[in-house]
């Protein structure tokens, strides 16, 4: 069966959706996710969505999901790569991903996530993993 | 005077499991640039054929999709025809709302997929089914 992997970089986990997604896959990713989350203990979730050619209201959905899930386990997750198109079309659709971090690039939502890792390893940490 | 549409061809595909969605999406996407239709147009179109092949599916237990390349004057577009035989929808106006939802989806599907596109029609008789026939100009 086709699956969508999610590979382990540290405290990390990163995910490269590169296929045209049906339902049951999307379903199948978010469950992959939060286990991994827990098993690895990752503090961050990487999605890079530049492959992706559409992202509907099924799938806006699965993100959502997966960065709600991710923080209530104590990982934040940044959703990097939108096409612009894709993007027009969401906002048009009336989704705006809320609660979802979002950066341009890989690079960029790295360094947001490592951001987020190195201030917790100080002792400065977010306001949402305060008890 | 409203010009007559003329149909340049036409491809129907079930809507029987989430894969069918894909195929629907694939569809839409090969025709939309074949009719040269800019990335974003492409982007919504597209957008808009997967809510409502998802709605098909997920409402109306399963359906169809037909495309059609159309010409009307000097003009051409794609429309887009679903089709189930569900429970059909009591309240079309309430389903039309933003973030109303009988499912999985987001309610979104309807009423967003209407401003993905130029022209929207739905038709649904309770226990018959729904009818949802969508047009975007190039």
Excluded: C
Excluded at chain 2, 21 to 38: D, G, Y
Aim: net charge negative; aromatic share 2%.
């Amino acid at each position: 069966m086709e699956k969508i992997p999610v590979l382990r970089m540290g405290p990390l986990l990163l995910i490269t959706i590169q296929i045209d997604m049906h339902d049951k896959l999307a379903l199948q990713l978010q469950d992959d996710v939060t286990h991994r989350i827990s098993e690895y203990g990752s503090t961050g979730v990487l999605i890079d969505i530049s492959s992706l050619e559409i992202v509907d209201s099924f799938i806006g959905r699965m993100l959502a999901n997966i960065a709600a899930m991710s923080r209530v386990l104590g990982a934040d997750t940044v959703v990097v790569g939108m096409q612009p198109a894709v993007a027009i079309t969401l906002v048009e659709l009336g989704m705006s991903l809320p609660g979802v971090r979002t950066a341009l690039t890989v690079e960029a939502g790295m360094e947001l996530l490592l951001g987020a890792v190195a201030e917790d390893a100080n002792g400065t940490d977010h306001e949402h993993r305060q008890a | 005077m409203e010009l007559t549409m003329n149909i340049v061809k036409r491809e129907t595909q079930p809507l029987k499991n989430s894969n069918d969605v894909v195929l629907a999406r694939q569809k839409v996407r090969q025709w939309a640039i074949e009719l040269r239709f800019s990335l974003v147009d492409q982007t919504k179109l597209v957008t808009a054929a997967s809510e409502l092949a998802r709605n098909a599916l997920d409402h109306g237990k399963g359906g169809s999709m037909t495309a059609e390349v159309i010409t009307s004057g000097a003009k051409s577009g794609l429309r887009l025809v679903f089709e189930d035989q569900g429970p059909g929808i009591p309240n079309i106006d309430l389903a039309l709302k933003d973030g109303y939802t009988s499912a999985s989806g987001m309610g979104l599907g309807l009423g967003g997929s209407k401003r993905l596109v130029n022209e929207f029609d739905i038709q649904s008789e309770v226990g018959k089914g729904t009818k949802v026939t969508v047009i975007r100009w190039k």
